[in-house]
Nanobody, 124 residues
Framework: QVHLVESGGGLVQPGGSLRLSCVAAGSILSINAMGWYRQAPGKQRELVALITTGGSTSYADSVKGRFTISRDNAKNTVYLQMNSLKPEDTAVYYC??????????????????WGQGTQVTVSS
């Protein structure tokens, strides 16, 4: 079993910063791409940022230049540094990871995992 646990959300004023963290735990053999998604009320979940094992990154146009995704492979952790936050960044942020794990009696299994979500609210 693999679990993703996010932290770091909260309330911040426009122009402020937050740093989200997501730790993957369980019988993990390797993690491929990791990413952050967000879902605002009444809207579909959208990709915010993605990072590969080798460190290549991609971002949604709406966050380019303001958000930075990074990862620590030794700690199975992905981060999202969010600067110059705007009210339109308000959403529940979800961590996602493509994980190869060990499963008893089966061997290995590759699956897509999601965290429980963390609320980010940007408001004065």
């Amino acid at each position: 079993q693999v679990h993703l646990v996010e932290s770091g959300g909260g309330l911040v004023q426009p122009g402020g910063s937050l740093r989200l963290s997501c730790v993957a735990a369980g019988s993990i053999l390797s993690i491929n791409a990791m990413g952050w998604y967000r879902q605002a009320p009444g809207k579909q979940r959208e990709l915010v940022a993605l990072i590969t094992t080798g460190g290549s990154t991609s971002y949604a146009d709406s966050v380019k230049g303001r958000f930075t995704i990074s990862r620590d492979n030794a700690k199975n952790t992905v981060y999202l540094q969010m600067n110059s936050l705007k009210p339109e960044d308000t959403a529940v942020y979800y961590c996602n990871a493509d994980v190869l794990s060990h499963v008893a009696y089966i061997g290995t299994r590759r699956d897509d995992y999601w965290g429980q979500g963390t609320q980010v609210t940007v408001s004065s």
